[in-house]
């Protein structure tokens, strides 16, 4: 594995980009005598929040830790329900039940991938609190719609934008509206501060109360004065990962937009005789965090995916369905439960794409692609 990645012919799924400025930026923060939680987190929640039209942002140490802050400021607990997609990173349904709740799975649509929003109120019972969609590979789902089935029902929300830093609903930014959004800094984001996140809070009292959950629970005033009133866990930003953001977050238009071009690229290139099925080709709302397609029935995805890397190329897979891991089977969740996720978990491959990546390479994976997929010998 280590080895593929100092390799500098093999083209990994994903790779960041840490420019220059960034890595002497860090360096300075190292010097400075101050590296945990300090003037480089203020700034980065600053940023955050003006990118997020004003609205209060935090800062955490992951994604994770974004989503049960999240849920613990929507009072998420014992017997609650939480209605997501079994089509995610795990981590979107361990911080319900870490929580105490209980993860409801409603199928993916089998175009978009994401939480089928035909089949949310279906699954709504009185214990329903919340719904936690995710928009898979950067691709956000219909917010109009999902923001009046939980109004209609009276629901938080709780948005997994994980993989969505820089997309868009009709015009507005993932973040810019809508009640709890958290999202994902660690490594293989579209920004990152090597492991991070943030939470978009709906006022300025959870603020206060996010500081406190992400840091003991602790509540400081006067010269050196402090109380502590809730429990709160260990979920500060180091100064050090803030600054490697800070330095992410004024590339991101680049970064999308070269995410995108390539994007088009793959599009314009892919073998559409393969019978693979390609992602929505939405060059609106996505920001294009991943390029995944289905592989069609008859191929054997580890196969294919040793073969390409073989042939010098990292394929991803994101994500098998939640539901059937062994965790999720004893809470009595089964096979056949949620066809679309399980087809989907069990053929989806993500092809690389990074900003730092060419044309060029989109044609070579496009074209081993072809070559393996067709059993064609080199
Ligand atoms: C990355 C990711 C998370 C978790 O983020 P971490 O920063 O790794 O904790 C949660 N949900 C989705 C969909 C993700 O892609």
């Given amino acids: 594995m280590m080895k593929s990645y100092s390799d500098p012919n093999f083209l990994p799924f994903t790779r960041p980009s840490i420019d220059?400025?960034?890595?002497?930026?860090v360096a300075e923060v190292l010097r400075s005598g101050w590296i945990t939680s300090g003037p480089q987190v203020q700034a980065l929640e600053s940023q955050l929040s003006a990118w997020c039209g004003g609205r209060p942002v935090r800062v955490l140490n992951s994604g994770t830790a974004a989503l049960e802050i999240g849920l613990r400021l929507a009072g998420i607990g014992g017997g609650d329900e939480v209605i997501t997609t079994p089509l995610s990173w795990v981590a979107t349904s361990n911080v319900i039940i870490a929580a105490g709740a209980k993860p409801v799975f409603v199928d993916a649509d089998p175009v978009t991938r994401n939480i089928d929003l035909d089949l949310i109120e279906a699954a709504i019972t009185p214990a329903t609190r919340a719904i936690l969609p995710v928009y898979l590979a950067g691709l956000p789902v219909d917010l109009d719609r999902l923001y009046a089935i939980a109004a209609k029902h009276g629901l938080r929300v709780i948005e997994d934008a994980a993989q969505a830093f820089g997309s868009t609903w009709r015009g507005a930014r993932i973040g810019a509206r809508g009640d709890l959004v958290a999202f994902s800094f660690q490594a293989n984001?579209?920004?990152?501060?090597?492991?991070?996140?943030?939470?978009?809070?709906?006022?300025?009292?959870?603020?206060?109360?996010?500081?406190?959950l992400r840091l003991q629970g602790v509540i400081r005033f006067g010269e050196n004065g402090m109380d502590v009133d809730v429990v709160?866990?260990?979920?500060?930003?180091?100064?050090?990962?803030?600054?490697?953001?800070?330095?992410?977050?004024?590339?991101?238009e680049e970064f999308t937009a070269r995410r995108r071009e390539l994007a088009r690229h793959y599009f314009d290139c892919f073998d559409r005789s393969l019978?693979?099925?390609?992602?929505?080709?939405?060059?609106?709302?996505?920001?294009?965090?991943?390029?995944?397609?289905?592989?069609?029935?008859?191929?054997?995805?580890?196969?294919?995916i040793a073969r390409m890397r073989s042939a010098g190329i990292g394929i991803g897979v994101h994500y098998p369905a939640i539901h059937l891991f062994s965790l999720y089977r004893r809470l009595g969740f089964r096979d056949g439960q949620f066809p679309h996720a399980e087809r989907i978990g069990r053929s989806i491959a993500t092809l690389p794409l990074f900003p730092a990546m060419s044309?060029?390479?989109?044609?070579?994976?496009?074209?081993?692609?072809?070559?393996?997929?067709?059993g064609e010998e080199k």
Avoid: Y
């Fill in 20 to 25: 220059e400025e960034t890595i002497a930026g």
């Fill in 189 to 212: 984001k579209n920004i990152t501060s090597a492991e991070g996140g943030a939470i978009v809070l709906p006022g300025e009292a959870d603020a206060a109360l996010a500081e406190k």
């Fill in 232 to 252: 709160g866990g260990k979920f500060n930003l180091t100064d050090v990962a803030a600054r490697i953001g800070i330095g992410q977050l004024k590339r991101l």
């Fill in 275 to 304: 019978g693979c099925e390609l992602p929505p080709e939405d060059f609106r709302h996505s920001n294009w965090h991943m390029f995944q397609v289905l592989l069609p029935e008859r191929v054997k995805r580890a196969e294919f």
């Fill in 359 to 374: 044309k060029t390479d989109v044609e070579r994976v496009c074209r081993e692609t072809t070559r393996i997929l067709k």
